[in-house]
Every structure is written in C-alpha cells, then in structure tokens.
C-alpha cells in the first residue's frame, strides 16, 4: 500500500482521497490545541506559507488521545488555530492514532517510520522521559506515538522519510522539508 490509497475525512466528514495530493510534499501531524506544544502550530503556519507555493500541504490531524487536550469539536479546534494562530493549512476530523481505533493513515505512517528519532538536548529528552510515562506506551504496538504534534514527512512521492517528535519544532527541519521540495 500507499499513502496515496488512503482516504481521511475533513472536518466536514467527507471522504478526502490523499490521491490528490500526488506530486506534493506532505506533512503530516497528529495536535490538540490544549497541549504544552500547542505552539508549534505557529511554526506549521510559517512552514505552509513560506512553502505551499512550492508544493507543501500541511495535514493537521487534531487527536485527543493524550490527557484529553483536545476536548473540543472539529469546528471549535479549527476556530482556535484559526483566530489564535491564523492556521490556513488543512485541518481534518479528530481521529485517534494509537490503539485498536487507530486510524489508518496513523497506522501506515507508525509502520513506514515506528520510532521517533531521539530528542536533541537534555531538557527534550527529560520531557520525551516524562510523556512516556504519562501516556503508559504500550512497546508491542509498532510504532506507537508518545504524544500530541508527532510528525511525518513525505516526499512528493508519497514515501514517508522522516519522523520527528513532539519536540521537533517544526522550524528545526526546515532544511529537510526544502531538500523534498
């Protein structure tokens, strides 16, 4: 299988067929707006509008697997990211990425790429530490990802080639996104 097989829904719960994306550099990205990296959506909007021109799509993927920090409905989520970050990327119905409920583009993904690289300086890797524990990860389930704004990279494609974490900022693989494109 492919990316370009799966089908996800909107926010308005139709079928949208990642075919059509075929030829573009996606990110793809598991949120909550209520998260301590919640943040980071700033530098997704950068990311989109300094590289959508040249053929970027942001997929936000609001998920409120971990501590509930997605509580609201998909039009309250998108109306946050819109008025607190002025998100203009494409934001898709709430799913769960973890577990038997897990969607299957999360499930392709955590397969492609099961492990987040290690988080760059103490203080990342002391907070990966404690995320780990919160969430109770279960190890037999490939791929399993440890919190909110887990990243994916595809390249045009559709092969996905990079897997950063939660404290992966977006900006800090800039670079990479730019070799894709």
């Given at each position: 299988m492919s990316i370009y097989d799966y089908k996800v829904k909107?926010?308005?719960?139709?079928?949208?067929?990642?075919?059509?994306?075929?030829?573009?550099?996606?990110?793809?990205?598991?949120?909550?707006?209520?998260?301590?990296?919640?943040?980071?959506?700033?530098?997704?909007?950068t990311l989109y509008k300094k590289y959508h021109a040249k053929g970027l799509e942001v997929l936000d993927f609001p998920c409120d697997q971990f501590g509930h920090q997605a509580p609201g409905s998909d039009d309250e989520i998108h109306n946050f990211c819109v008025l607190r970050y002025e998100t203009k990327f494409d934001q898709f119905k709430k799913l769960e990425v973890n577990g038997d409920k897990a969607d299957p583009l999360f499930t392709f993904l955590k397969t492609a790429i099961p492990e987040d690289p290690k988080p760059k300086g103490v203080k990342n890797q002391l907070a990966m530490k404690s995320i780990a524990k919160l969430n109770k990860a279960t190890a037999s389930e490939t791929g399993?990802?440890?919190?909110?704004?887990?990243?994916?990279?595809?390249?045009r494609t559709g092969k996905v080639v990079y897997r950063f974490g939660p404290t992966d900022k977006p900006l800090d693989f800039e670079d990479k996104i730019k070799e894709l494109l």
């Open positions: 909107t926010r308005e719960d139709k079928d949208f067929a990642l075919e059509t994306l075929k030829g573009k550099v996606l990110l793809i990205v598991n949120t909550a707006t209520g998260c301590g990296f919640t943040p980071q959506y700033e530098g997704l909007e399993f990802i440890l919190w909110n704004f887990t990243k994916f990279l595809v390249d």
